[in-house]
C-alpha cells in the first residue's frame, strides 16, 4: 500500500496537467463520469489520499494495496484501469484503486493538520489525539489516519525502531519525552522516506522492515502481528523498551 511520501511523489509527477482541462474520461470505476471531462484540475493530497480537485466535485484516489499509476502511457490491462484522465498535453492512468467522488470540497472532509507531510501538520493536536486513547497499543496509534496521517506499515516500523520504542507499549504508557520523539520521528521520517523514493535507494535506508537482525544488538529480530491492525511488525526486543 503506498505510503504519504509516495502520494506526494504523485502530486509532483502530474504537475504538467495543473489547472489543465481534462479532454476525455475513461475507466470502469463506478462513479459518474460524465462530470469529469471538460473541467480544469488541481491536485491535493492528504495522506494516502490522492484528491484530484474539480469545480463541482473532488476524484479521490485510494490505492488499497495493489494500486498504482502510469503518465502518458497506458501500462496495465484495460480491465484494471479505472480511472484515466486525458489533457492536450498527456494522459495519467490509475490502476485497481478505489475511485470516489467526493461532493464536499476537501477543506470540509479533511483535516490538514493531521497529515504529516502537511504544511499545516499540528504535532499538539496528534499529542491530544494521541492521549484520548491511553489503552491502544502504539503499533496500532501510528497507523490511524486520523492521528498520523500518511503513515503506513514501513514507516510504522522504521519510526519505532529509531526511537528505541517496542510497538506493543500502551500509549498511555509512554513517557511524556518519548512520545514527543514519536511525534517528531513520525514527520521526519516520512520527509526522509520520500527523499530516498526520489533516489530510488529507499530500501538501502530500511533498519527494521523486513530485517532478520537488530543492527545496534546483533541479536534476532521479532516478526509479529502486532495490534488491532495486525500489520506486520519487526522489532528488537533488547533495544525498544516497553514500558510497563
Given at each position: ?5 509516495t ?24 462513479i459518474d ?13 492528504w ?13 479521490r ?7 498504482s ?12 484501469l ?18 470516489r ?44 489516519q486520523?492521528?498520523?496521517?500518511g ?8 519510526v ?71 500489520r ?13
Open positions: 500500500m503506498p505510503e504519504g511520501p502520494i506526494v511523489l504523485l502530486n509532483e509527477a502530474v504537475q504538467a496537467f495543473e489547472g489543465k482541462k481534462i479532454t476525455a474520461v475513461a475507466g470502469n470505476a463506478k463520469l460524465s462530470l469529469i471531462a471538460g473541467n480544469k484540475v488541481h491536485f491535493k493530497t495522506g494516502k489520499h490522492f484528491l484530484i480537485c474539480l469545480p463541482q466535485v473532488t476524484i484516489i485510494h490505492f488499497l494495496m495493489f494500486g499509476y502510469s503518465i502518458n502511457e497506458q501500462t496495465r490491462p484495460d480491465k484494471s479505472r480511472l484515466c484522465l486525458k489533457f492536450k498535453n498527456g494522459a495519467v492512468y490509475f490502476y485497481t484503486c478505489a475511485v467522488l467526493l461532493e464536499d470540497t476537501p477543506d470540509k472532509i479533511y483535516d490538514w493538520s493531521a497529515d504529516v507531510m502537511n504544511d499545516k501538520w499540528n504535532a499538539a493536536k496528534a499529542r491530544k489525539k494521541l492521549k484520548a486513547i491511553p489503552e491502544s497499543l502504539v503499533c496500532d496509534a501510528l497507523l490511524d486520523q492521528i498520523f496521517s503513515v503506513g506499515n514501513i514507516i510504522k516500523n522504521e519505532l525502531y529509531r526511537i528505541k520504542l517496542h510497538p506493543e507499549n500502551l500509549v498511555g504508557n509512554i513517557p511524556p519525552r518519548k512520545l514527543s520523539l514519536l511525534l517528531k520521528e513520525a514527520r521526519q521520517y516520512s520527509f526522509d522516506f520520500l527523499k530516498w523514493k526520489k533516489a530510488f535507494e529507499l530500501k538501502k535506508h530500511w533498519l527494521a522492515y523486513t530485517k532478520k537482525i537488530c543492527a545496534r544488538c546483533n541479536l534476532p529480530f521479532q516478526k509479529k502481528y502486532c495490534g488491532k491492525t495486525k506486520r511488525t519487526f522489532f528488537c526486543n533488547n533495544c525498544q523498551e516497553l514500558f510497563e
